[in-house]
């Protein structure tokens, strides 16, 4: 009885195992279509953006750079008490500095702008904001980045990115005292990834035996050699890449192996190969992290969910609405604080309570 139980207890690991395997062939086919699909519709949007959103966001920076000067005026010749004069001072300076930040080259006008009615000047509230970040990244990072002046936020975090990876480099290549012990962990982590690479080799070389020129039938026609050297070329390159899905998809093109009935493989191969492929998961997971941060950064996006390349054109819409949405918001701000004193005076009391300066602005 005890026997039938550990073999009930073994083939229910092994199903386990093999249901593992087949859904991280899933998820990685999945991974795959989405940055391939990232690929495929990053141009498309960025033709989208340039026909329809660049338009009114160039629209909606020149309305906000004529409300800015607007506003200027506005402080000149009316008379305002000092609590309507700390919000309206507080508003022109969010607004022109804003669009200093945004352009490039830095907006001359507006900085000046800035400086008539700030406390600091731009310049100088630049450098304290470099400063502290600068501070911060020493901190966190464990590196000196020197006193050299700092240009910009991109400058400081490649300076800094360029410290840690030296300091990175040092650390590899000082020598180590010799390890006495390893540890049992340490041991089977050594083991496992030794086992990995022997999978990914024992399949490599099933697929090279398979595919060697000597065993191309002597009648083969060119296209049926051809097709085989193409084959060779691609398990080369996934060995290479230490890519073990494409070896295994090799292998189900020459039906060497039926994928789709994996359970005729032994549970301790389908482990290491369940180890590899969750590594390529994790590999490709973090490519396509990478693409949408780097698609967020480009087009002033913020967002912690992930986003589907599928649907960037409903994500254009939702942009193009934003715009229109930002530049009726500012004429209707813009005809409040011009118009009627009593309502003017009205409104800004209002915002002085609940601080929406941001909301109206942008």
């Not at 020459?254 to 969750?278: C, M, P, R, T, W």
Request: glycine residues 4%; contains cysteine.
């Amino acid at each position: 009885m005890r026997c039938a139980t550990r073999r009930t207890h073994g083939s229910d690991e092994a199903r386990e195992t093999h249901y593992r395997f087949q859904a991280l062939l899933g998820k990685i086919e999945t991974a795959r279509e989405r940055l391939q699909s990232w690929q495929q519709q990053l141009p498309l949007f960025a033709q989208m953006h340039q026909a329809q959103a660049a338009p009114l966001l160039a629209q909606l920076t020149a309305e906000r750079r004529a409300w800015a000067l607007g506003l200027e005026q506005l402080l000149l010749n009316r008379r305002w008490s000092k609590a309507e004069t700390k919000t309206l001072t507080r508003m022109l300076c969010d607004l022109s500095g804003g669009l200093v930040d945004e352009s490039n080259p830095s907006d001359a006008e507006m900085k000046a702008l800035y400086d008539r009615w700030a406390d600091i000047g731009f310049d100088e509230k630049e450098e304290e904001h470099l400063a502290s970040m600068k501070a911060m990244l020493e901190e966190a990072g464990g590196v000196d980045l020197g006193d050299d002046p700092v240009a910009s936020e991109e400058e400081l975090m490649r300076r800094a990115h360029a410290k840690m990876t030296e300091q990175h480099e040092q650390w590899k290549s000082a020598p180590r005292p010799p390890r006495r012990h390893r540890t049992a962990a340490q041991k089977r982590a050594e083991e496992d990834e030794a086992r990995i690479s022997q999978t990914v080799r024992d399949v490599y070389r099933k697929l090279a035996a398979a595919l060697h020129p000597d065993r191309v039938a002597p009648d083969a026609t060119l296209e049926q050699r051809q097709r085989s050297t193409a084959l060779m070329q691609r398990a080369n390159s996934a060995y290479e890449a230490g890519d073990l899905l494409a070896l295994l998809t090799l292998q189900l093109q020459i039906e060497q192996v039926d994928i789709a009935h994996a359970a005729g493989i032994a549970a301790a191969q389908v482990k290491h190969f369940n180890k590899v492929l969750a590594e390529q998961l994790r590999e490709l997971e973090a490519e396509i992290d990478g693409r949408q941060h780097a698609f967020c950064t480009s087009y002033g996006l913020l967002t912690q969910q992930r986003i589907d390349p599928a649907q960037l054109g409903v994500l254009m819409k939702d942009q193009v609405r934003e715009l229109q949405v930002s530049r009726l918001r500012l004429g209707q701000l813009r005809k409040l604080l011009e118009g009627e004193p009593v309502m003017a005076k009205r409104f800004i009391k209002g915002l002085r309570a609940e601080q929406r300066f941001d909301d109206m602005l942008f």
